[in-house]
């Protein structure tokens, strides 16, 4: 435990100066080593090194180029450099990519294009943002990630790639993989939260399912996209595009555990991110690119800067002018250039310059013919027509966009039991502006989704129940100012015998670009809730929102919260199926929901600092709880469970061992549920201090009433693998606590030690 005076002295002068830095070179992020597995063989490599070999240079830069073709159908009038920059590359058939493309016609029609124009005859790889879904739109990641399922995300990502395969994409811009610590960051709802273990389990699933690994009929695969590498979810204040200034060891610790899996699942891209990391942008940090993903991690991929971020290399003030700003990401390890046509552009002078090893284009180059030639487009790069009226919104889709719609729902609060409701009711009022709201469950960055394909929480609700049971008045919209529509919706509450009230936040308030400050319900949401409330009547209050909300005001005041994120289209039946019981609730949070913006950044992966909070002179607050509103892992049930019996089969244990820890878990209320068992464990006494918990590992199980299941986790040395003060991930020998529970912040503890 106690680190060698020797490492001491080596860490104090890599402190003093300032250049300590971290190597991943044991670890197994808690899973397992790099598989080895080379996702490029040597066969596709020698094809594309062999077509590089016969390339002119103009022809290499513009297959290292990327346009928005949709910007151009949006705008097209607009002319300017960009747009004849795409169309020169187009009708010389030198393009490497487009993307935003209207459908599979035009991609066809673009492609053919493409491949009679070039010498060559090289197809283009076309991509596009396909989040959570494509014209079948899951809910948002974040509520995804809520189910704790990952097999769900694998095949959910696999039906999205399906559909937006048949539609003429090659490539999918996701998953999005940022940790992130900030509910005021709009992209929060894109993320799949706030732990690096349960994120790199959720991009695993999420690669795999998106390339089709497993899901390929025919001979249709897609290339994945895990964005945005790396920190930007660690935007400073939540303000989206921020400054990120983090430790080293905060970005290979927290940060960068789901990239790595990424690319151990084979992802076939990857995206660099707009922001600056500890001052060198994403796309011009050599770190980042060449010694961590390409160095330590052997990633064989494309990487792909963000919307036009060379160009705002000179705004971030890296790059004296565009030429300097392509100079900068080709020696930094950015392979293709998303719309700012620097690469095009410049490369050829830098290289003619000698400022550029032309050696550095032929690699990226090679890089992206290997991705194209590992999708078959060389053999077939048409898509055959008449799929996407089979796949897109195929029955098969749509009950899954159900059951991942269910399974992400959190229920936060459910007092007396209030919830489920019967369908016998004889009144209920439906409120909210959430209500018959069609728009915003698709939830932000759905761009293929169309609000007629959603149901309604109201028409969800409709399929329970008769007209005559229900009573609507919408009450207020989501942004209104004004309170004159609440006498009506108050008046329904009145004649009901309890009302469920859908509240939350429009697309526009997530998602990129859209961070906020205030984390309560906007509008006069609030006031709507609180004036239902005095009505003496149950509220049932759904929440729909991009991200956790801070209202502890409102877990005072409502007799049940269902937090329903944005569900996506099959959003009011899954809610429905929750109301009313047919299924039980079993998402649990992947992030924590603050009681106020003012005790952000919160999270559960904390360290214990030297004064924990309690009275005067702790780390606390004098005018609010430290604890936030729901931990991370909460989430309620319609049945309880106990949690007994946590036995370890052993209390001391080598490095080269393994140890099994189980616990049982019974479901002691009157109907079936599910449960997501969770597995933390605690370095007790490392060379550098740690968190109090590290998820390490989760269950997700089905108990019937009274019945009992007796839960095993294996640990081994990976799991408790830290970054000491050797600078190297290895498990440290000493006392180690582990805590199996519902939850991040209840649990049956053991202790046990490892030994040398
Ligand atoms: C910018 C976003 O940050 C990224 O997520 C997206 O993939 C690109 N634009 C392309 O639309």
Not at 312 to 341: N, Q, R
Not at 668 to 674: F, I, K, L, N, R
Request: charged share 25%; with cysteine.
């Amino acid at each position: 435990m106690v680190t060698s005076l020797y490492l001491q002295a080596v860490l104090q002068m890599r402190q003093a100066k300032g250049q300590q830095r971290y190597s991943d070179a044991k670890f197994s992020g808690g899973v397992r080593q790099l598989s080895g597995k080379h996702w490029i063989t040597p066969e596709i490599r020698n094809k594309a090194k062999a077509l590089v070999a016969q390339m002119t240079l103009e022809e290499k830069v513009g297959q290292m180029s990327q346009f928005d073709w949709g910007f151009h159908a949006i705008n097209p009038d607009a002319g300017g450099e960009i747009n004849n920059l795409m169309r020169l590359l187009i009708d010389r058939g030198w393009v490497g990519s487009l993307f935003n493309l209207s459908g599979a016609e035009e991609a066809n029609e673009l492609q053919r294009k493409v491949i009679e124009n070039s010498r060559l005859r090289i197809p283009m790889i076309t991509g596009r943002d396909v989040i959570h879904g494509y014209r079948s739109v899951f809910p948002i990641p974040l509520a995804m990630s809520s189910s704790w399922n990952p097999g769900l995300i694998e095949q959910t990502a696999a039906a999205a790639s399906r559909e937006a395969a048949s539609d003429g994409i090659h490539w999918v811009f996701a998953p999005m993989i940022d940790i992130t610590r900030d509910p005021r960051w709009g992209r929060i709802a894109e993320s799949m939260g706030e732990d690096p273990y349960l994120g790199g389990v959720m991009a695993d699933a999420w690669v795999r399912g998106a390339q089709l690994d497993r899901w390929s009929d025919d001979r249709r695969s897609v290339a994945g996209c895990p964005k945005h590498y790396a920190g930007y979810g660690f935007a400073e204040a939540g303000r989206d595009y921020n400054t990120v200034d983090v430790s080293d060891r905060v970005l290979r610790e927290v940060i960068l555990p789901p990239f790595r899996r990424a690319v151990e699942a084979g992802a076939l891209g990857i995206m660099a991110s707009f922001n600056e990391l500890n001052g060198i942008p994403a796309c011009a940090n050599k770190y980042l690119l060449t010694t961590i993903l390409r160095e330590e991690w052997g990633f064989e991929g494309i990487v792909v800067s963000d919307y036009n971020a060379l160009a705002e290399l000179l705004v971030h003030g890296i790059a004296k002018d565009p030429k300097e700003a392509a100079e900068l990401a080709i020696k930094a390890g950015t392979d293709m250039d998303m719309h700012s046509g620097f690469y095009f552009r410049y490369l050829p002078e830098l290289v003619a310059e000698g400022r550029v090893d032309e050696r550095l284009v032929d690699q990226a180059v090679e890089r992206i013919l290997a991705v194209k030639f590992k999708l078959g487009l060389f053999d077939n790069p048409y898509v055959d027509l008449s799929l996407k009226s089979r796949v897109i919104l195929s029955e098969e889709h749509v009950g899954l966009a159900r059951q991942a719609a269910r399974e992400s729902i959190v229920l936060l609060k459910n007092e007396n039991g209030i919830l489920p409701l019967s369908k016998n009711i004889r009144k209920l009022a439906l409120i909210g502006p959430m209500m018959k709201n069609r728009r915003d469950p698709l939830g932000c960055w759905a761009p293929d989704g169309k609000e007629d394909d959603v149901v309604s929480l109201y028409d969800g609700i409709l399929a329970k129940l008769s007209a005559d049971q229900v009573l609507y008045a919408e009450g207020c919209g989501i942004l209104d100012r004004s309170r004159e529509k609440f006498d009506e919706a108050l008046e329904a509450v009145e004649q009901a015998d309890a009302a469920v009230i859908a509240v939350g936040e429009s697309i526009e308030l997530s998602g990129e670009g859209n961070s906020r400050a205030e984390l309560d319900l906007p509008g006069e949401q609030r006031a709507l809730v609180e004036a239902a409330v005095r009505t003496g009547k149950p509220v049932i209050v759904v929440l729909m929102s991009g991200r956790p909300l801070a209202v502890g005001w409102l877990d005072e005041q409502a007799a049940a919260i269902l937090h329903a994120w944005h569900l996506g289209i099959q959003s009011g039946r899954a809610i429905a199926d929750v109301l009313f019981g047919d299924n039980g609730p079993s998402g649990r949070l992947t992030v924590t929901f603050p009681r106020s913006v003012g005790q952000i950044p919160i999270y559960y992966y904390r360290k214990n600092t030297g004064r924990p909070p309690g009275g005067n002179y702790t780390s606390r607050y004098v005018d609010m709880p430290t604890k936030p509103l729901y931990p991370f892992g909460y989430g309620l049930s319609y049945t309880t469970f106990a949690y007994r019996n946590l036995k370890l089969d052993r209390t001391g244990m080598r490095l080269s061992d393994a140890l099994t820890a189980t616990v049982e878990v019974t479901n002691t209320g009157s109907v079936a549920g599910e449960e997501v068992v969770q597995l933390y464990v605690r370095d007790v006494a490392a060379s550098v201090t740690q968190p109090l918990k590290r998820l390490k590992g989760f269950a997700k199980i089905r108990l019937e009433p009274g019945e009992t299941k007796a839960v095993s986790f294996r640990i081994t040395a990976d799991d408790l693998a830290i970054i000491g003060a050797s600078g190297e991930w290895a498990a440290e020998p000493g006392a180690f606590r582990l805590m199996i529970g519902p939850n991040s912040e209840e649990g049956l503890e053991a202790d046990f030690i490892l030994e040398e």
